[in-house]
């Protein structure tokens, strides 16, 4: 299934400058919101979307780099493009540590805004799409029941059938059920797969004992 089309919010107080950005972005299809304040902004309802932040660094009340760290602390991901009026080294440095993916300095090119814009919506959507699949991995791990988990950290682990059967008291034909179950519910075609699996959830057993997420 393909992204939904893609937001871009724009937070800054010249309205000329809203006006500017919101004609070039959306000259190209971008789906513009433009905001002259960052109350208005962190208050506005946001589309569950791939998208990004244009983001003035000098506003009244609330600087930018308060609202990149308000954003932060609220669990907000969207990527974050400071523009300024000012070539302050200072500010750019701090915006870029605390996970700015541009800072540009007004008067900017057209295309370098719009370059930095596709670049932090592609980086969004990798984000949300990587986010879901965990999502989903997370759900078919919480299928399994406690046996399953077991067997699956012990499969990962590198156990045979017949070594499973052994640690966990059951004889070879459960296990190979229930390890079948496991494949099945996970979704996995090989081990391999699986063991790919258990390290993303964070999970995978180093020995015998309870499989459980970490």
């Known amino acids: 299934m393909k ?33 002259p ?18 983001l003035d660094v000098r506003l009244p009340g609330m600087s930018g780099l308060a609202v990149q760290q308000q954003l932060a602390s609220s669990g907000i991901t969207l990527p974050v493009i400071f523009i300024s009026g000012h070539a302050d080294v200072p500010i ?13 300095i007004k008067p900017f090119n057209d295309q370098e805004l719009l370059d930095a814009v596709h670049a932090a919506i592609d980086r969004d959507g990798t984000r949300r799409r990587d986010a879901a699949r965990a999502a989903e991995l997370s759900a078919r791990f919480d299928a399994l029941s406690p046996r399953e988990r077991e067997v699956m950290a012990l499969v990962t682990a590198g156990r045979a059938n017949k070594q499973i059967a ?8 459960t296990v190979k059920v229930h390890r ?3 494949m099945r519910k996970m979704a996995a075609r090989s081990v ?18 309870p499989y459980t997420k970490v």
């Open 166 to 173: 052994a640690e966990l008291g059951v004889s070879l034909v």
């Open 3 to 35: 992204d939904k089309r893609a937001v871009v919010f724009v937070i800054d107080d010249d309205p000329s400058m809203r006006g500017a950005l919101d004609n070039l972005l959306g000259s190209v299809g971008l789906d513009v919101r433009v905001f």
């Open 37 to 54: 304040s960052p109350q208005e902004f962190l208050h506005a309802e946001r589309p569950d979307a791939p998208g990004c932040l244009v």
């Open 192 to 209: 391999a797969e699986l063991v790919r699996m258990a390290d993303q959830l964070g999970a995978r057993a180093a020995g015998p004992g």
């Open 92 to 104: 750019s440095v701090r915006a870029m540590k605390a996970g700015a993916l541009e800072f540009l």
């Open 180 to 182: 079948g179950h496991v």
